[in-house]
């Protein structure tokens, strides 16, 4: 990935496929008018001829058209409750993710500089990576005192596992000549960690941070549905994002049901194109390639 | 070699190494008795089959690899030997890496200006003076702030040659540093390395399976045979430094050639029957 800009060109595409999406999306949500089910009578009888007795197929018709669900947002973009959701999300997701690197990157680095340090901690490491952190959710809860911090390891767990392994791969892959170079020019052990290992890494740091910071979401998110609650539309405690959603289907709302799902997609296109930015500022020299 | 004789330090004495891989009991003979003076200040190119184990050797006096027996001096000092089989790394014994070894992370300043800030023998602002003018003395003048990535394979080459110079060492040691490039980057490549020769003069362990280049450049070219490695013939290259392209026309080149490219081709063959990989 090269220096990526938004501007010209780019931007023009990413506007135009979005406005397509859009004008697809509503036009297919308007079916259930223009399309009446009554047309495919014939078909229904024939279906329930051979048995098919339910509604068995998807239909877009079902789900809200982009201009209701604007007008739901109109609603609720000047409501307390909604921007709270927000709030609660990013303050989670952010608190989780930045545990994850204060955690993972050390121990991923000791783990990849020291063998005895590696024979201890990996094989722990590897049993409980593979699960999941919605299978912690259970467990946390009855782990840690709140909800909120029980909401905030099962985040953390999301970015910490994919952290660590980027920094142990990163600094693994490192090239021997590069430690024998500065070896050679008279490098301590610490200037080696500090002048090499550290820099070496980064990328993969960068890298794995973005990977995390999306499972960040993705965890939160679930994290919050299950266990969130408490937050109603014009409430100002609990919540988050993916309580908004959930509060939406049970209320039976399902215009701000999407309304909640795209807030997340803007949210973590927002977090990544911030990681972006930053991880190009740490890592100049990968610019030019 | 009158250009030799002002150097008094960077004497190595190859004597007797011998070095066996043993990767899972099957014993590996890659380096078999190998003796090879290298006066002080000379430039000794060391030709052979690739895989034939002249790695093996720089990596040895470098103290990156352990010999098996026998020893190698440095000024009469040994660095290995068959009782403390591993060198110390140090910066008197420095590396130009085959494919480069220049740190990405570190603009080609910060790279130069690396050796003499970790040994602590300069400060920060010093160094970088320093590293400035070497820089524009070789010709890198304009390219100091970029990063390796941004410049050529030959100026990087030629970055890292003046890096390893800044350290002021006793022997440089080059690791087939020109094989990626192409011949004409090659041939400006050449005489860059002589010029900064000329000015820093160093004792130079130089690799190659280039016969032209091995004697264009060298006061000595050993031919290795392929593995185990040892030295099969040794030339004195007769035609004075400093020297220039002209060099290569000229009929004692011409001559030097035919006397050893005999020897070179055979080895070649044996390689190529023996099935020898690249690297």
């Given at each position: 990935m090269a220096g990526r800009k938004w501007g010209g060109t780019l931007l023009w595409r990413g506007v135009a496929s979005i406005t397509v999406f859009l004008v697809f999306w509503e036009i297919g949500s308007l079916s259930k008018v223009w399309l009446k089910w009554e047309t495919f009578a014939w078909l229904k009888e024939m279906l329930v001829s051979i048995g098919?007795?339910?509604?068995y197929l998807p239909w877009i018709g079902a789900v809200p058209a982009p201009t209701e669900v604007l007008l739901a947002w109109g609603k609720v973009i000047d409501d307390v409750g909604y921007w709270h959701s927000w709030y609660m999300s990013c303050l989670r997701v952010l608190g989780g993710f930045i545990a994850a690197m204060v955690i993972g990157i050390p121990f991923g680095l000791l783990l990849a500089v020291n063998r005895t340090a590696f024979g201890i901690g990996f094989p722990v490491f590897e049993v409980l990576r593979p699960i999941p952190p919605l299978a912690w959710v259970p467990a946390s809860i009855i782990f840690w005192p709140t909800q909120e911090l029980s909401i905030a390891f099962v985040t953390f767990l999301g970015a910490f596992y994919t952290i660590v392994i980027n920094v142990i791969g990163g600094a693994r892959s490192i090239d021997t000549r590069y430690f024998q170079a500065a070896q050679s020019m008279g490098s301590s052990s610490w200037d080696i960690f500090r002048r090499i290992i550290l820099p070496g890494t980064l990328p993969s740091i960068v890298v794995g941070s973005a990977v995390g910071m999306g499972i960040t979401w993705e965890v939160v998110v679930a994290a919050e549905m299950i266990s969130g609650g408490g937050s109603q539309i014009g409430g100002t405690s609990g919540g988050g994002l993916g309580f908004f959603i959930w509060n939406s289907y049970v209320g039976g709302s399902y215009e701000q049901i999407v309304v909640g799902m795209i807030s997340i997609g803007i949210a973590g296109f927002i977090s990544s194109e911030l990681l972006r930015t930053l991880g190009h500022r740490v890592t100049p020299w990968l610019r030019l390639r | 070699m009158p250009s030799a004789t002002a150097v008094t330090r960077g004497a190595i004495k190859i004597d007797d190494v011998v070095k066996i891989y043993d990767p899972e009991g099957a014993a590996v003979m890659a380096v078999d008795h190998c003796s090879l003076d290298i006066a002080a200040g000379e430039i000794c190119m060391i030709v052979g089959p690739s895989g034939c184990g002249k790695t093996t050797l720089l990596n040895a006096i470098a103290g990156f690899h352990e010999i098996t027996s026998g020893r190698i001096l440095l000024d009469g000092e040994v660095l290995c030997s068959t009782e403390k089989p591993k060198a110390e790394p140090g910066s008197d014994r420095i590396v130009v890496f085959q494919n480069g070894a220049l740190f990405p992370w570190k603009t080609n300043l910060e790279n130069v200006a690396f050796g003499p800030i970790m040994q602590g023998k300069l400060s920060r602002v010093e160094a970088h003076e320093k590293a400035l003018s070497m820089m524009a003395d070789a010709g890198?003048?304009?390219?100091?702030?970029?990063?390796?990535?941004?410049?050529s394979s030959g100026m990087r080459r030629r970055v890292e040659i003046v890096r390893a110079l800044m350290n002021d060492p006793k022997v440089l040691l080059l690791d087939?540093?020109?094989?990626?490039?192409d011949s004409l980057t090659k041939s400006v490549m050449h005489e860059a390395l002589l010029e900064i020769y000329y000015r820093n003069k160093v004792t130079i362990f130089f690799i190659t399976h280039d016969l032209e280049e091995a004697i264009f450049l060298g006061h000595k070219v050993a031919i290795m045979t392929t593995r185990?490695?040892?030295?099969k013939k040794v030339l004195e290259v007769d035609i004075p430094h400093p020297r220039d392209y002209s060099v290569l026309t000229s009929k004692r080149f011409r001559e030097l050639i035919e006397e050893t490219n005999e020897a070179v081709h055979e080895e070649a063959l044996k390689a190529f029957a023996a099935g020898e990989k690249e690297g």
């Amino acid at each position: 990935m090269a220096g990526r800009k938004w501007g010209g060109t780019l931007l023009w595409r990413g506007v135009a496929s979005i406005t397509v999406f859009l004008v697809f999306w509503e036009i297919g949500s308007l079916s259930k008018v223009w399309l009446k089910w009554e047309t495919f009578a014939w078909l229904k009888e024939m279906l329930v001829s051979i048995g098919w007795t339910k509604n068995y197929l998807p239909w877009i018709g079902a789900v809200p058209a982009p201009t209701e669900v604007l007008l739901a947002w109109g609603k609720v973009i000047d409501d307390v409750g909604y921007w709270h959701s927000w709030y609660m999300s990013c303050l989670r997701v952010l608190g989780g993710f930045i545990a994850a690197m204060v955690i993972g990157i050390p121990f991923g680095l000791l783990l990849a500089v020291n063998r005895t340090a590696f024979g201890i901690g990996f094989p722990v490491f590897e049993v409980l990576r593979p699960i999941p952190p919605l299978a912690w959710v259970p467990a946390s809860i009855i782990f840690w005192p709140t909800q909120e911090l029980s909401i905030a390891f099962v985040t953390f767990l999301g970015a910490f596992y994919t952290i660590v392994i980027n920094v142990i791969g990163g600094a693994r892959s490192i090239d021997t000549r590069y430690f024998q170079a500065a070896q050679s020019m008279g490098s301590s052990s610490w200037d080696i960690f500090r002048r090499i290992i550290l820099p070496g890494t980064l990328p993969s740091i960068v890298v794995g941070s973005a990977v995390g910071m999306g499972i960040t979401w993705e965890v939160v998110v679930a994290a919050e549905m299950i266990s969130g609650g408490g937050s109603q539309i014009g409430g100002t405690s609990g919540g988050g994002l993916g309580f908004f959603i959930w509060n939406s289907y049970v209320g039976g709302s399902y215009e701000q049901i999407v309304v909640g799902m795209i807030s997340i997609g803007i949210a973590g296109f927002i977090s990544s194109e911030l990681l972006r930015t930053l991880g190009h500022r740490v890592t100049p020299w990968l610019r030019l390639r | 070699m009158p250009s030799a004789t002002a150097v008094t330090r960077g004497a190595i004495k190859i004597d007797d190494v011998v070095k066996i891989y043993d990767p899972e009991g099957a014993a590996v003979m890659a380096v078999d008795h190998c003796s090879l003076d290298i006066a002080a200040g000379e430039i000794c190119m060391i030709v052979g089959p690739s895989g034939c184990g002249k790695t093996t050797l720089l990596n040895a006096i470098a103290g990156f690899h352990e010999i098996t027996s026998g020893r190698i001096l440095l000024d009469g000092e040994v660095l290995c030997s068959t009782e403390k089989p591993k060198a110390e790394p140090g910066s008197d014994r420095i590396v130009v890496f085959q494919n480069g070894a220049l740190f990405p992370w570190k603009t080609n300043l910060e790279n130069v200006a690396f050796g003499p800030i970790m040994q602590g023998k300069l400060s920060r602002v010093e160094a970088h003076e320093k590293a400035l003018s070497m820089m524009a003395d070789a010709g890198l003048s304009g390219v100091e702030h970029n990063y390796p990535g941004e410049v050529s394979s030959g100026m990087r080459r030629r970055v890292e040659i003046v890096r390893a110079l800044m350290n002021d060492p006793k022997v440089l040691l080059l690791d087939e540093p020109y094989r990626a490039l192409d011949s004409l980057t090659k041939s400006v490549m050449h005489e860059a390395l002589l010029e900064i020769y000329y000015r820093n003069k160093v004792t130079i362990f130089f690799i190659t399976h280039d016969l032209e280049e091995a004697i264009f450049l060298g006061h000595k070219v050993a031919i290795m045979t392929t593995r185990p490695c040892k030295p099969k013939k040794v030339l004195e290259v007769d035609i004075p430094h400093p020297r220039d392209y002209s060099v290569l026309t000229s009929k004692r080149f011409r001559e030097l050639i035919e006397e050893t490219n005999e020897a070179v081709h055979e080895e070649a063959l044996k390689a190529f029957a023996a099935g020898e990989k690249e690297g």
